[in-house]
């Protein structure tokens, strides 16, 4: 089993349905988190959820198209853990826009939140990091595949997928690595599947969404010493979707 005791997650997004099933994975395996998102209420049911004393457990309200928010969250972590280990920029925005309608504003939103965000937190969180820390980036097989009525957030998590390889390079010996993820269980898909949802599972070859807790093991394993000669890597988590 992989253990990230005294061991410090630093994760934005940490309300959506793979923030969530994060936070526990890794809860479970010992670390401690530095967690935020935009939905003070939903960080409120996390710490119910999540069950760890308060001396593991940071909740902020995160803005991540904001940088001082960024800079804020990593500093509240480095008071009171000391550092971080682990940096997991999981802020996600998932609107439908045709693209012969998508307007500036719609564009510029889901470049922001899906795109900018992964940079203000990496960013922020440098001072912070600590020996063998390793960042995994969310990106999506949208940044494979594009996506239609999608443009926007297929860019954004294109340039995920770019910043990683860059990231890797650039900030060796931390390792950076990213997972994409396919038809997960999760509200953001739930319009995707509404509409598409027995075309793409014929496509899959294991005929199912994937879960939340499938993609957090994976983002586990990626933050974990089992992957210490890994990186500049993309984990498919899409249950061959990718192949098909």
């Known amino acids: 089993m992989i253990s990230f005791e005294g061991r410090v997650l630093l994760m934005s997004g940490a309300g959506g349905g793979i923030g969530l099933a994060t936070a526990q994975v890794f809860a479970r395996a010992g670390a401690s988190l530095a967690l935020g998102d935009l939905d003070e209420q939903r960080l409120a049911e996390m710490c119910a959820a999540l069950g760890l004393p308060e001396d593991r457990l940071l909740?902020?309200?995160?803005?991540?198209?904001?940088?001082?928010?960024?800079?804020d969250l990593?500093?509240?972590?480095q008071e009171k853990f000391g550092g971080v280990d682990i940096v997991v920029p999981n802020a996600g925005l998932y609107p439908t826009d045709p693209f012969d309608s998508m307007s500036a504003a719609s564009w510029s939103r889901t470049l922001a939140v899906n795109l900018d965000g992964v940079f203000h937190l990496c960013q922020a969180a440098l001072p912070a990091l600590r020996p063998a820390a390793a960042m995994v980036?969310?990106?999506s097989m949208a940044?494979?595949?594009?996506?239609?009525?999608?443009?926007?957030?297929?860019?954004?998590?294109?340039?995920?997928?770019?910043?990683?390889?860059?990231?890797?390079k650039e900030l060796a010996p931390v390792r950076v690595n990213a997972v994409s993820p396919g038809l997960i269980d999760t509200p953001m898909v739930?319009?995707?599947m509404q509409a598409r949802g027995p075309e793409l599972l014929n496509a899959t070859p294991l005929r199912r969404l994937g879960t939340p807790e499938e993609v957090a093991n994976c983002i586990a394993f990626l933050a974990s010493p089992l992957s210490s000669y890994v990186t500049g890597a993309t984990l498919h988590v899409n249950g061959g979707l990718y192949i098909a």
């Open 143 to 168: 940044a494979h595949y594009g996506s239609p009525t999608h443009a926007h957030y297929a860019a954004a998590k294109g340039g995920v997928l770019s910043l990683a390889k860059s990231l890797a």
């Open 74 to 77: 990593v500093r509240q972590a």
């Open 190 to 192: 739930q319009p995707l």
């Open 137 to 139: 980036l969310v990106a």
């Open 59 to 71: 909740l902020a309200r995160h803005d991540v198209t904001e940088p001082e928010s960024s800079r």
